[in-house]
């Protein structure tokens, strides 16, 4: 999965915050829910698994789950192959 | 089974050398009854290393047939088997190697749609069943099994791989207190989740399938003898990158499936623990 274009369209008033996405260390608006990371990514929510600071994030949390600043994320594909 | 002969010594003496598991820990292991479902690329090799390890009792569920484009990576069929039925080619195949082992081989599959006669046609079987190992390859048959392994607190051993990655990970259900905290399948792929590509679409390397079989196997036979600690760890390997990552599972407060288990874990005194 592509998650090169992690930045948002900036504005003046808004504040950012730095955090390792998928390995790579990024900049992202802040209070960036994670719904909103995936949507911002072009990443289908019901097709992958997100991990915060090596804990797993059940689905349900990802509309009021932020982004914090000098978090480790990591965005995994569903797979299901046997 | 309560001791070895001293040809079993001979056989299993390597695996008798690790401190922890010793004498005690192969008797289990040649005590244990195990369910291996899906019999493709993960299956057939945790399948072998099972029987090899001295496993004696073996559920085999799966209702393929052996196809030319398998042969890469499920290496306990050949050309000979082509059009034949897995279980019944993996019940002869592991038969033939290991002397006194107890196959019982399924030709079904585990779906939503069928899956309430095919349910109860199992169920009983695998609830005899110390370790259920989900070696399928697609998303439906593994929620049938997260569910079955719920409802009767079975161990679960989970493996997947497509493309280049793959996970895998146990979690047992009979522990309510690290269910409260890991939960289960449904937990981290909800029903509505579906995969991109799986293995016929995106491709694999055999050997990267070999690789999650080989840590379903040492899951399931550290379970067996009591000297597992990874219970409820999300294991991804990238086989690209021949890279690991390690997460620890959570429960979703709004899961259906692992409820009943949360509840009674509650009822225990574990507290809930979520971010």
């Not at chain 1, 950012?16 to 990443?43: H, P």
Request: charge should be negative; proline fraction near 2%.
């Amino acid at each position: 999965m592509s998650l090169n274009n992690t930045s948002p369209s900036i504005t003046g008033t808004t504040d950012f915050i730095r955090l390792v996405l998928n390995g790579t260390t990024v900049l992202l608006e802040s209070k960036l829910s994670l719904s909103r990371l995936l949507a911002i990514n072009n990443i289908d929510a019901e097709s992958v698994a997100i991990v915060v600071n090596d804990t797993v994030i059940p689905r349900s949390g990802w509309h009021h789950i932020t982004c914090q600043a000098n978090d480790r994320i990591n965005v995994f594909s569903a797979v299901a192959g046997g | 089974m309560s001791s070895l002969t001293d040809k079993e010594y001979l056989q299993y003496s390597r695996t008798m050398l690790l401190n922890d598991i010793g004498e005690a820990g192969q008797i289990a292991i040649m005590n244990s009854r195990v369910a291996i479902i899906g019999m493709g690329g993960l299956g057939q090799l945790v399948a072998q290393y099972l029987a090899a390890a001295g496993v004696k009792h073996l559920l085999l569920i799966d209702n393929d047939v052996v196809d030319i484009s398998n042969l890469p990576r499920q290496l306990l069929y050949s050309p000979a088997d082509i059009g034949l039925s897995k279980v019944a080619v993996a019940k002869r195949a592991l038969s033939r190697s290991h002397h006194g082992i107890d196959i019982d081989a399924v030709n079904i599959q585990l779906t939503a749609e069928n899956s309430r006669t095919n349910q109860n046609q199992v169920t009983d079987k695998l609830v005899e069943t110390d370790v259920v190992f989900d070696c399928t390859d697609n998303l439906t048959s593994r929620h049938v099994i997260n569910q079955i392994c719920v409802q009767h607190q079975l161990l679960l051993v989970s493996g997947a791989i497509s493309g280049y990655q793959g996970h895998v990970f146990c979690l047992n259900f009979a522990d309510h207190t690290t269910v409260a905290l890991s939960g289960c399948y449904h937990c981290l792929y909800p029903s509505e989740t579906h995969v991109e590509q799986n293995c016929a679409q995106q491709g694999v390397l055999g050997p990267a399938v070999g690789v999650i079989a080989s840590m379903q196997a040492l899951l399931g036979l550290q379970h067996i003898c009591s000297t597992l600690s990874q219970y409820g760890v999300w294991h991804c390997f990238n086989a690209k990158e021949f890279s690991w990552q390690q997460a620890q599972m959570r429960r979703d407060h709004q899961c259906h499936v692992c409820q009943p288990l949360h509840i009674s874990a509650q009822s225990e005194g574990a507290v809930y623990v979520t971010k």
